[in-house]
C-alpha cells in the first residue's frame, strides 16, 4: 500500500517508520521539501520488509491511497482544504489532538464534536475519513514498542472498508487496531490524548508511555 504523510515532524517520522516497517510505501511531503527529502533518506535507511519511502513536492500530487495529515490542528484542517481537490478517492487520516496550546488545558473544537469530525466536513464528499494514532507518541512509534508492549492504535471512522486498510497498515507495522466505533468516538480518543500528555509530568514517563487496553 501507498501511503501520503504530510508533515515531516515527529508522527511523520514515527508512522512512516510503521509503514515501511510493515513492507509498505511511505511517500513524505512537508512545507519544507528538504525535510521531507531528510525524513525519506531516514526512513529508506531503517526499513526493512520490503518498505521504502519517497519525497514527493508539497502542493504537488499525492501518490497515496490513504493520506495521513501528521499536522497540528488547525493546521490539519487547513493542509486537507489546500488537498481537497485530491483526497476523493482516498481514505484521510486525522491524527491530530487539538489541544490548546497556550494552556494545554483544552481542546479546541466544540464539545460536540472533534477535529476528525471537522475534517470530515472539510474533504470532498464520500472521502472516508479515520481518526487514529492520537493516542500513540511519536517515539513509541519509532521504537514499535513501549515498555516492552505492543502498541495499541484506537481507529474510529464510519467506513468499515477504511478503517480495514489503516488497520491493516498499522497490523502490518506490528501494532494492535482496535476499532473504537464510528467517528464521533474521536471525541473521546481527543480527549484521552490530552489526558496521556497530562499524566507525563507527575508520571515522569517522558512521553515513552502508551495507552492500552491490556486483559
Ligand atoms: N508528537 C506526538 O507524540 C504526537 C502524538 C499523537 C498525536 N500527535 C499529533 O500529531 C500531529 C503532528 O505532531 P508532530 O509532533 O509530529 O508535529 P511537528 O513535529 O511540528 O510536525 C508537523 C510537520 O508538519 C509540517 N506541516 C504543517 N502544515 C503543513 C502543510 N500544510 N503541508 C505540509 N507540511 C506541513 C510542519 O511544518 P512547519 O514546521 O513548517 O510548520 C512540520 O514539519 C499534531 O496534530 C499532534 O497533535 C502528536
Known sequence: MR????????????????????????EIVDRDPDEARKLADE????????????????????GGDVVVFATWYPGSLEAVKQYA?????????????????STFEELVTPRDSSAAEEIAKAVPEGTPVV??????????????????????????????DAKRK????????????VDVGPLRRARQLEELGLLHMKVQDPLGSGFKSAVKIHW
Do not use: W
Not at 508512522?15 to 510505501?25: D, S
Not at 481514505?91 to 489541544?99: E, G, L
Not at 497498515?169 to 506490528?174: F, I, K
Open 85 to 101: 481537490d485530491q483526497l476523493g478517492g482516498k481514505v484521510v487520516v486525522d491524527i491530530s489532538n487539538p489541544v490548546d496550546t
Open 166 to 177: 489503516v488497520a491493516e497498515l498499522v497490523e502490518a507495522g506490528g501494532a494492535r487496531p
Open 131 to 160: 481518526k487514529a494514532f492520537n493516542t500513540t507518541f511519536a517515539g513509541t512509534l519509532v521504537a514499535g514498542e513501549a515498555a516492552g508492549q505492543q502498541l495499541d492504535v484506537f481507529l474510529a471512522g464510519e467506513d468499515d
Open 43 to 62: 526512513l529508506n535507511g531503517a526499513a526493512h520488509g520490503g518498505g521504502s519511502a519517497t519525497a514527493a513536492e508539497p502542493g504537488g500530487s499525492l
Open 3 to 26: 501511503v501520503t504523510i504530510i508533515g515531516a515532524g515527529n508522527m511523520g517520522r514515527g508512522i512512516g517508520t510503521r509503514v515501511v516497517a510493515g513492507g509498505n510505501e511511505a
